[in-house]
């Protein structure tokens, strides 16, 4: 697993470039940091042409009940975006678990929102 690091974005002063702060997914998972302001954006470019889907691990509970992870499916050349703000998946040192149904053609990054 590798450790994502957080790319602060501005809501000001035009669109940002984040596709060039992306990096490959690993293949046994990442792990980002949680809190206010900050998502997992993921691009899937896979050259098999199929879907992936991401899914960040819920190491907590909710008033002693447990709480399903969050999953997201990316179908082949699509983009999306999962926030990383609540602490249900805060896990060790502070980060969420990201893992990846395939990792070949998927590129992650995790961002934060500045004003």
């Known amino acids: 697993m590798a450790d994502l690091i957080t790319t602060e ?10 596709d060039s702060d992306l990096v490959s997914a690993s293949s046994g998972g990442d ?4 809190g206010r302001g900050l998502f997992l ?3 899937n470019g896979s050259s098999v042409g199929s879907s992936r889907t991401i ?6 509970t909710l008033n ?3 709480v399903a992870d969050a999953t997201m ?3 082949h050349l699509d983009r999306g975006i999962i926030p990383l703000t609540t602490t249900l998946f805060r896990g060790p040192r502070s980060r969420a678990r990201i893992t ?16």
């Not at 974005?9 to 984040?18: K, L, N, Y």
């Not at 792990?31 to 949680?34: G, N």
């Not at 899914?55 to 907590?60: E, K, W």
Request: overall charge positive; charged content about 20%.
């Open 9 to 18: 974005i501005f809501t000001v002063g035009g669109r940002p470039d984040i």
């Open 73 to 75: 499916v990316i179908e």
């Open 55 to 60: 899914t960040i691990t819920t190491q907590r």
């Open 41 to 43: 954006f993921a691009v």
């Open 31 to 34: 792990t980002a940091q949680v």
């Open 64 to 66: 002693g009940h447990a």
């Open 100 to 115: 990846y149904s395939g990792s070949e053609g998927l590129r992650v990054g995790v961002f934060r929102l500045r004003e």
